[in-house]
């Protein structure tokens, strides 16, 4: 049995060989610097995600009619809004809500459409036939669109907005994993575990995913950052996560009506975001240069 | 001949999409919690008034006859009647359309106006200041979501140097123009970025093929190579890319079109799905799907017409 399983191994071998040919001996930081930058982001993020009173010493929800509208200071780094409350606390604690979002989002389209990718693409036939005309059906409503008709008919709060983002976001995965199952079904490989006679779920799951689902994982690291826009958006329109709960779409959003007197409000957090997403978007770029090995 | 029976075919198969999507966003309203009726009356409900308008409006009726009623109206060009304004729909649409689709049209310029030439730069010098520089603001137009992109532009033009307006859209074609310029620009950032990495990876990509170094061993001039061989082969998969991104935009407007108040049909759509005006919401996805079919078509098209080794309806997956 294990014997049969590595000469089925054996026969990918080459592409991994290949892999490791091309980066060796080279330190990661010289292979993919934009894997290092992007993952110290990522990291970063976290940490501010799972200990924001590390960061910040005032409490997110503290209204503070005193000391409304205040310009950027030290004592509040982001200046404060119309309620009072200290704007970079609220980007702070929003940070966990707004990441939890983001993986959440992605990660059940990720799971879902990649398998069904892989059903579909493997089996073909009549089931995928129809798998795909449902799809054309998906993929003709514009993004958000979609979401906003779901989040309407759901109401606004975080799980729905969740749920909109799952109904929107698995085709891509779906078809990209499908694409790569149909060139995988007739390698060699493939053949080889067919004729040792594995199960069909063996040979999807232990021979063909690992070998198809790169790019579904390259994907997933900018969906994260897609999903998280998204749904920030959604808020932004007043359709995602009810104030007074500090999300990062909301928090500019509380700043619209204050565009000419307090900019602050709506411009700095945003900065925030453009970071944690050229994060992400680094990170995708560093996992496609190391796991396709194509160029 | 070919292409009319592969334009013909294409049309044909559009029609069950649409016909499900018809579907879907006519049970997609039903389930939408409170009714149209309701959302008319607002705060003050007389319940006699209420039953009289649920009468009228048809919501007592079954589903299947409510269902066969919109699509009867709907094969005759009537789109209903908007509860909010109280006008017939097709006339609203019709005219928050050219707004959308002029707001479309200038995105789509400036995208292939400022990401052609940057990717191509980028591509042609691979691994050089202006790559590296093209590339690390690629990614930040990337990472940037557009309705903050679009914030800072209308404070920075709009507020603080007063160059553009801060809302609607003027009432001459000089006006709607002049005001779409910042509309127009957020919607293309996210676009922008894309089709500059995609320009650059494709360039990068043929400059070294075999046609490429046959070509400049032919002694053709340096103009010549880059128009006639790398940039044609190059924007072929750029294609596609950009007609993904035009329905993208279409997703960008409802949030621009909100932040800049323009009075299209993304601003319409939104306005719709809180006022529960079903017919409007109806008509403005319905409008959305079309236009994302038809987009699709006339890429693939296009996509015939730049690589002639593509067959028409050749292997269709």
């Known amino acids: ?295 | 001949m070919e292409t009319l029976r592969y334009v013909l075919k294409r049309v044909l198969q559009m029609i069950p999409v649409l016909i499900v999507s018809a579907i879907a966003i006519f049970l997609l309203m039903r389930l939408l919690p409170g009714d149209a009726a309701l959302a008319t009356l607002g705060d003050k409900i007389d319940p006699e008034v209420y039953a009289a308008l649920r009468e009228e409006m048809g919501l007592n009726q079954s589903l299947w006859t409510q269902f066969t009623v919109w699509v009867f109206a709907l094969a005759q060009g009537d789109l209903g009647t908007s509860v909010i304004y109280k006008i017939p729909v097709a006339g609203l649409v019709a005219s928050r359309m050219q707004v959308t689709v002029l707001l479309a049209v200038v995105a789509v310029v400036m995208t292939v106006v400022i990401a052609l030439p940057l990717g191509y730069l980028a591509g042609a010098k691979k691994g050089k200041l202006p790559d590296v520089v093209v590339r690390l603001l690629a990614l930040l137009g990337l990472a940037a979501p557009s309705f903050w992109v679009g914030l800072m532009l209308l404070i920075v033009f709009g507020v603080r140097l007063a160059i553009f307006p801060t809302s609607g859209w003027g009432k001459t074609m000089g006006e709607h123009f002049w005001s779409l310029i910042l509309p127009g620009f957020t919607l293309a950032f996210a676009s922008i970025a894309v089709i500059i990495r995609n320009v650059r990876s494709n360039v990068v990509e043929v400059r070294n093929a075999d046609y490429v170094s046959f070509g400049r061993s032919k002694g053709l001039s340096a103009w010549a190579i880059s128009t006639g061989y790398i940039l044609r082969n190059a924007l072929i998969p750029t294609t596609t890319l950009l007609s993904m991104r035009i329905i993208g935009m279409l997703s960008g407007s409802v949030v621009i079109e909100n932040i800049f108040g323009l009075p299209g049909i993304g601003s319409l759509l939104v306005q719709a799905v809180t006022g529960r005006d079903y017919a409007v919401v109806q008509a403005c996805v319905l409008v959305f799907v079309i236009i994302t079919l038809v987009v699709n078509l006339l890429t693939d098209i296009l996509y015939t017409t730049l690589d002639h080794r593509i067959k028409l309806g050749g292997n269709e997956a």
């Open chain 1, 1 to 295: 049995m294990s014997a049969d399983a590595s000469t089925a191994r054996g026969l990918k071998m080459p592409e991994k060989g290949k892999a490791k040919a091309k980066g060796k001996g080279v330190p990661i930081w010289r292979r993919s610097p934009s894997l290092v930058i992007g993952a110290v982001i990522v990291l970063a993020t976290c940490v501010v995600a799972a200990f924001p009173s590390l960061f910040t010493s005032q409490d997110p929800l503290a209204l503070n009619p005193k000391e409304m509208l205040l310009p950027p200071s030290p004592q509040h780094l982001f200046g404060t809004d119309n309620f009072g409350y200290d704007v970079f606390t609220r980007v702070i604690y929003a940070t966990r809500l707004d990441l939890l979002i983001g993986v959440a989002s992605a990660g059940m389209p990720f799971l879902v459409g990649s398998a069904l990718g892989l059903v579909c693409g493997y089996y073909g036939g009549k089931f995928d036939a129809f798998m795909m005309r449902v799809l054309d059906v998906f993929m003709a409503f514009p993004f958000m669109v979609l979401a906003i008709a779901i989040v309407a008919i759901l109401g606004n709060g975080v799980t729905n907005l969740i749920i909109a983002m799952w109904v929107v976001s698995w085709p891509p995965y779906t078809r990209l994993v499908r694409a790569e199952v149909l060139i995988a079904k007739g390698s060699e490989y493939v053949q080889a575990a067919r004729t040792l006679g594995y199960s069909d779920l063996k040979i999807m799951f232990r021979h063909i995913l690992p070998n198809v689902i790169s790019s579904s994982i390259v994907y997933l690291a900018s969906d994260i950052v897609m999903c998280i826009m998204s749904a920030a958006t959604l808020s932004f329109l007043g359709l995602g996560v009810p104030s007074p709960t500090p999300e990062w779409g909301a928090i500019i959003s509380g700043g619209k009506g204050f565009i000419s007197t307090a900019w602050w409000i709506s411009a700095l957090p945003g900065l925030v975001m453009v970071v944690v997403g050229l994060g992400f978007s680094l990170l995708g770029d560093g996992l496609n240069d190391l796991l396709r090995t194509r160029d």
